[in-house]
Structure formats: structure tokens, C-alpha cells
């Protein structure tokens, strides 16, 4: 019996329980786990076949461990927070599943995301006979795969890969974050960075943008941000020469944002505030909507893709690769907002790959480093349609004079 447990009820998470759900075929056996056991319960109710659900708190890698032993799933499916990663990493290893995430690790008191924490348990994973997949939601995830894809059928060598992340939705709150507003922050106000020529350039938050033409959108202003499949891209793609990630942000969000970071609202380090320690962002955290609420009345869509350019048969050629999600027609299907849907549906996909023994091996995984093509077909089947084609280079004539 194919089984599976899901760690982490949030926005993302729900889209995998539900979507697992509807694959009956190959998750015989699905149960959702959360530090907070109404939203498991909320998501059981409104999957089409049956889950089951319980509490846990995964910073605690004991309790994985028991629930683990209780469940006795195939694979571990971590939507929880990055902080979580390591502690249901080694809950893995000490029962003997298999592992599959959508972020990477992050310490909770330092604004720094990276793989190299994760990437340790190399030896660890293998030695047990066991997989962990890591960064299997869109970007990470899709946009990792499609460059393999690049890599086996389009190129014969890669040079330049622009990552471009295009949110063109409107969900009506003065400033709302469409993942966990803690992560997001985190994100978006450290120092950037890109790679070229061997080596990492960094950046103020925010202080580079430019003017992309997103596929079925159209033209978005986009900030140069670091993103963490940089990071392993760089390792799996030779003769790669250059890697950027772009990402759009409203003037309302950087407007707030800028408030927010002027008064102290998105500090990590603790404040005393009557007697007691808080974190300003985790405060900040409670005060905003849960992303989970946004999907009612989202409007618009997300345009991901990414752009490479490089050599086929000796003659330079560039492609774009992409998706378009529609928020309405997410909420339709699963009551979730696009940003969700895009993180849940692969996740779900890695799952299947794994369970159906498509994607084999022991080790530390990232997906680039898996059969790009299954994956692809099936990803599209499950409400990700993907698209590729030839362009001119001067449809993005702005990225190449940066």
C-alpha cells in the first residue's frame, strides 16, 4: 500500500493533501499532520476521499519519529516551515522513509536559506538505502526541472538562465504575503546576489529591477532577488555562466514593506515588550492574513517561466520555458489561491514520482538531478500546463544590457 504523510496544513500543504486525494490510484493511504490540528481538520473535510489527521509538532524530532512509527507512510512530504527541515530530515533516518521537501533549510535566528545544510545528510541518506528530494514546489522545483529538461533536449550547453516570477493577482488587502508572511520577509529583505563567472554578486534588497515581458501577462517591473535553486543549478548545469532571479512586487507591497523594515517590524532578533521576548516579525506574522484566505477573491494570474540561452549544434539559440496559473481557476478547483496551487501540485507530482519508482536513488537529491520528462507530463496533467518555444533575444532585450 502506497502511503503518505504530509507535514504542514498551511496554504501549500492543503493543496497536497487535496490533490494527493484525488489520485487515490496511487496514494492509497494519505494523512495530514500539523503543529495545528483544526486546519488539519478543515483540509479532511473538504478533501474528495478520505485522510486522515493529527497533531505534531515538527520542531520536534521525537514527535516526528512517533508519528512516523505510527503511520509507517513510504514517503514524508515536509510542507512546513524551512526551520523544520533538519529535525524531520533525522526523524526520516531514524525510521527508514523516504523524504521530500519544497524549501530549503533556514536557522531561525540568521535570514539565510541554503542547501549546504541539507546537502550533509548526503552520506547519511545513503548509507540508510533511502531518497530525500529537496525543493520540489515551483521555484524551486518546475523551473529546476525545466532547465534539466533544457539540458537533455534543447541544448547542447547552457550559458545564461534568468529565473522570472510573475504574481499579477489581486486579492484586495491593503498588504497581504500569498506564502508564510514570516518566510516571505525573510526573503525579500536580505541582500541579494547573482552568479556570474564563477562567483557570487551581491546586491542591496531590491536596489536592481527591470522590465519583463511575462508570457499572457505582459510587461511587469521585476527586482533582482537570491533565490535558492541558484544555488544547486550552479552545480548541476555546466557551463552554466550566469544565474539571476527576478520577481515582481507591487509599489503597494514595497511601499509597506518599506514602512514595515523602518519601524522595526520585520526584525528577527527578540525585543523586550512587557516583560516578555518577542520577535517583531512572528508578531507581524499573526497581524496579516493567512495565506490560505487570500483564494476567495484572488483575481489575475502568475506567469513563471525562465529564459536560457546557450549553443545547440554550434549556433547560440534561446528558449522560454513557462506556466500560467489562473487564481479563480485554482480557488475553483481546491479552494486555493495560485502561488499555493503552484507549490502543492509539484510537491504532490515529486511525491507520485516516488512512489512509482520513477524517481530511484539513494542520496540528497535535487530535482534537476531526476528524469525531468515524466515528471513534466505528469505535473501537466494534474493542472500545470507548461509551455516552450524559440524567441529573439531582443523580446528581452532589457536582461541582456544588465
Given at each position: 500500500?502506497?502511503?503518505?504523510?504530509?507535514?504542514?496544513?498551511?496554504?501549500?500543504?492543503?493543496?497536497v493533501?487535496?490533490?494527493?486525494?484525488?489520485?487515490?490510484?496511487?496514494?492509497?493511504?494519505?494523512?495530514?499532520?500539523?503543529?495545528?490540528?483544526?486546519?488539519?481538520?478543515?483540509?479532511?473535510?473538504?478533501?474528495?476521499?478520505?485522510?486522515?489527521?493529527?497533531?505534531?509538532?515538527?520542531?520536534?524530532?521525537?514527535?516526528?519519529?512517533?508519528?512516523i512509527?505510527?503511520?509507517?507512510p513510504?514517503?514524508?512530504?515536509?510542507?512546513?516551515?524551512?526551520?523544520?527541515?533538519?529535525p524531520?530530515?533525522?526523524?526520516?533516518?531514524?525510521?527508514?522513509?523516504h523524504?521530500?521537501?519544497?524549501?530549503?533549510?533556514?536557522?531561525?535566528?540568521?535570514a539565510?536559506?541554503?542547501y549546504?545544510?541539507?546537502?550533509?545528510?548526503?552520506?547519511?541518506?545513503?548509507?540508510?538505502?533511502?531518497?530525500?528530494?529537496?525543493g520540489?514546489?515551483?521555484?524551486?522545483?518546475?523551473?529546476?526541472?525545466?532547465?534539466?529538461?533544457?539540458?537533455?533536449?534543447?541544448?547542447?550547453?547552457?550559458?545564461?538562465?534568468?529565473?522570472?516570477?510573475?504574481?499579477?493577482?489581486?486579492?484586495?488587502?491593503?498588504?497581504?504575503?500569498?506564502?508564510?508572511?514570516?518566510?516571505?520577509?525573510?526573503?525579500?529583505?536580505?541582500?541579494?546576489?547573482?552568479?556570474?563567472?564563477?562567483?557570487?554578486?551581491?546586491?542591496?534588497?531590491?536596489?536592481?529591477?527591470?522590465?519583463?515581458?511575462?508570457?499572457e501577462?505582459?510587461?511587469?517591473?521585476?527586482?533582482?532577488?537570491?533565490?535558492?535553486?541558484?544555488?544547486?543549478?550552479?552545480?548541476?548545469?555546466?557551463?552554466?555562466?550566469?544565474?539571476?532571479?527576478?520577481?515582481?512586487?507591487s509599489?503597494?507591497?514595497?511601499?509597506?514593506?518599506?514602512?514595515?523594515?523602518?519601524?522595526?517590524?520585520?526584525?528577527?532578533?527578540?525585543?523586550?515588550?512587557?516583560?516578555?521576548?518577542?520577535?517583531?516579525?512572528?508578531?507581524?506574522?499573526?497581524?496579516?492574513?493567512?495565506?490560505?484566505?487570500?483564494?476567495?477573491?484572488?483575481?489575475?494570474?502568475?506567469s513563471?517561466?525562465?529564459?536560457?540561452?546557450?549553443?545547440?549544434?554550434?549556433?547560440?539559440?534561446?528558449?522560454?520555458?513557462?506556466?500560467?496559473?489562473?487564481?479563480?481557476?485554482?480557488?475553483?478547483?481546491?479552494?486555493?489561491?495560485?502561488?499555493?496551487?503552484?507549490?502543492?501540485?509539484?510537491?504532490?507530482?515529486?511525491?507520485?514520482?516516488?512512489?512509482?519508482?520513477?524517481?530511484?536513488?539513494?542520496?540528497?537529491?535535487?530535482?534537476?538531478?531526476?528524469?525531468?520528462?515524466?515528471?513534466?507530463?505528469?505535473?501537466?496533467r494534474?493542472?500545470?500546463?507548461?509551455?516552450?518555444?524559440?524567441?529573439?533575444?531582443?523580446?528581452?532585450?532589457?536582461?541582456?544590457?544588465?
Amino acid at each position: 500500500m502506497n502511503s503518505v504523510l504530509i507535514i504542514g496544513a498551511g496554504a501549500a500543504g492543503s493543496v497536497v493533501a487535496k490533490k494527493c486525494a484525488m489520485n487515490r490510484d496511487v496514494f492509497a493511504k494519505i494523512h495530514l499532520a500539523s503543529r495545528t490540528l483544526e486546519k488539519c481538520l478543515v483540509v479532511q473535510r473538504e478533501c474528495v476521499s478520505p485522510i486522515t489527521v493529527s497533531q505534531v509538532d515538527a520542531d520536534d524530532a521525537a514527535q516526528v519519529i512517533r508519528l512516523i512509527e505510527e503511520q509507517r507512510p513510504d514517503v514524508v512530504v515536509n510542507m512546513a516551515l524551512p526551520y523544520q527541515d533538519l529535525p524531520i530530515m533525522d526523524a526520516c533516518l531514524t525510521t527508514g522513509v523516504h523524504y521530500l521537501d519544497t524549501a530549503n533549510y533556514e536557522p531561525r535566528d540568521e535570514a539565510k536559506f541554503s542547501y549546504t545544510w541539507q546537502w550533509a545528510y548526503q552520506d547519511r541518506f545513503k548509507d540508510r538505502g533511502l531518497m530525500a528530494v529537496l525543493g520540489c514546489g515551483f521555484d524551486p522545483g518546475v523551473i529546476s526541472i525545466f532547465c534539466a529538461y533544457a539540458q537533455n533536449n534543447l541544448f547542447d550547453e547552457i550559458h545564461t538562465i534568468d529565473i522570472m516570477d510573475c504574481n499579477d493577482g489581486s486579492h484586495g488587502k491593503a498588504f497581504a504575503t500569498n506564502f508564510n508572511p514570516e518566510i516571505n520577509i525573510r526573503e525579500v529583505t536580505q541582500r541579494g546576489k547573482y552568479w556570474k563567472d564563477g562567483q557570487w554578486i551581491e546586491i542591496d534588497p531590491l536596489s536592481v529591477s527591470a522590465m519583463i515581458e511575462y508570457p499572457e501577462v505582459g510587461p511587469r517591473k521585476s527586482y533582482l532577488i537570491y533565490h535558492e535553486e541558484e544555488e544547486s543549478l550552479i552545480e548541476n548545469i555546466p557551463g552554466l555562466r550566469q544565474i539571476r532571479f527576478w520577481m515582481t512586487f507591487s509599489e503597494n507591497y514595497i511601499k509597506h514593506l518599506e514602512v514595515l523594515q523602518n519601524v522595526g517590524m520585520t526584525r528577527i532578533d527578540p525585543v523586550l515588550y512587557n516583560g516578555v521576548e518577542i520577535i517583531p516579525l512572528q508578531f507581524l506574522k499573526h497581524l496579516l492574513p493567512e495565506p490560505s484566505s487570500l483564494a476567495e477573491n484572488y483575481t489575475g494570474r502568475t506567469s513563471i517561466g525562465v529564459v536560457l540561452r546557450g549553443i545547440k549544434e554550434g549556433a547560440p539559440v534561446s528558449f522560454l520555458i513557462y506556466n500560467v496559473c489562473d487564481h479563480a481557476e485554482t480557488n475553483r478547483e481546491l479552494g486555493a489561491q495560485a502561488v499555493s496551487y503552484t507549490t502543492g501540485v509539484p510537491a504532490m507530482t515529486g511525491a507520485m514520482m516516488m512512489l512509482k519508482g520513477i524517481w530511484m536513488g539513494t542520496g540528497v537529491f535535487n530535482v534537476e538531478q531526476l528524469p525531468p520528462e515524466p515528471f513534466l507530463e505528469e505535473v501537466a496533467r494534474q493542472g500545470l500546463p507548461w509551455h516552450v518555444r524559440r524567441f529573439d533575444d531582443r523580446e528581452f532585450q532589457e536582461l541582456n544590457e544588465l
